[in-house]
């Protein structure tokens, strides 16, 4: 026997300057809009509300935005730190907002390192100019996919990966050199 689908008790959009509504919040949306299935709207001005009042839903937005990027890491710590690391990175690096973005997908900066490894591996000289422009191309979705795109990047990026694992793993190895010996009974 199916199970029936719990209805839908309320719909939130965004409401942008012109009044009309989005699925998806955006740089200009100046509001919410609670949409309840007894036809009754519950609209909000972020402009109504404090200057603390928006501070503070702003760090919970990102509290939350980055806690779930990691919500499927299963007790990996590991595995959670890079999904968190890559969201803060691109928060700090360009738009999140995309429509269909989707995912975490890599950090930034492990595309950034790929990069500058292929170009040394060129023999090409890399400043401060260049990383720049890289940072710019990698700051979207469209962007990290296209340098992922290149197989020579996605090689370098894979060392790269690998390298940080191997970092993780000595330390790991180091922490456990210097711990107590264990037993099933102190763990």
Same mark, same amino acid.
């Given at each position: 026997?199916?199970?029936?689908?719990?209805?839908?008790?309320?719909?939130?959009?965004?409401? @942008?300057?012109?009044?009309?509504?989005?699925?998806?919040?955006?740089?200009? =949306?100046?509001? @919410?809009?609670?949409?309840?299935?007894?036809?009754?709207?519950?609209?909000?001005?972020? &402009?109504?509300?404090?200057?603390?009042?928006?501070? =503070?839903?702003?760090?919970?937005?990102?509290?939350?935005?980055?806690?779930?990027?990691?919500?499927?890491?299963?007790?990996?710590?590991?595995?959670?730190?890079?999904?968190?690391?890559?969201?803060?990175?691109?928060?700090?690096?360009?738009?999140?907002?995309?429509?269909?973005?989707?995912?975490?997908?890599? &950090?930034?900066?492990?595309?950034?390192?790929?990069?500058?490894?292929?170009?040394?591996?060129?023999?090409?000289?890399?400043?401060?100019?260049?990383? &720049?422009?890289?940072?710019?191309?990698?700051?979207?979705?469209?962007?990290?996919?296209?340098?992922?795109?290149?197989?020579?990047?996605?090689?370098?990026?894979?060392?790269?990966?690998? @390298?940080?694992?191997?970092?993780?793993?000595?330390?790991?190895?180091?922490?456990?050199?210097?711990?107590?010996?264990?037993?099933?009974?102190?763990?």
């Amino acid at each position: 026997m199916a199970v029936p689908e719990k209805a839908r008790i309320a719909k939130k959009v965004f409401l @942008l300057p012109d009044g009309s509504e989005s699925n998806d919040v955006t740089p200009d =949306c100046t509001g @919410l809009r609670i949409k309840f299935s007894n036809k009754k709207n519950l609209d909000f001005s972020f &402009a109504s509300a404090p200057d603390g009042n928006r501070h =503070c839903a702003m760090a919970r937005g990102y509290a939350e935005d980055i806690g779930n990027t990691y919500a499927g890491a299963k007790g990996d710590a590991d595995a959670a730190y890079d999904d968190a690391l890559s969201r803060v990175e691109q928060h700090q690096s360009g738009p999140w907002y995309t429509v269909g973005a989707g995912g975490v997908g890599p &950090a930034p900066s492990l595309i950034l390192a790929a990069i500058e490894a292929m170009v040394v591996a060129n023999g090409e000289t890399v400043d401060d100019e260049r990383r &720049a422009k890289w940072k710019l191309m990698v700051a979207d979705k469209p962007g990290r996919e296209k340098a992922l795109g290149n197989p020579k990047v996605k090689m370098h990026f894979e060392r790269q990966r690998t @390298l940080r694992q191997m970092a993780r793993e000595e330390a790991a190895e180091k922490a456990a050199a210097s711990a107590p010996d264990a037993t099933s009974d102190t763990f």
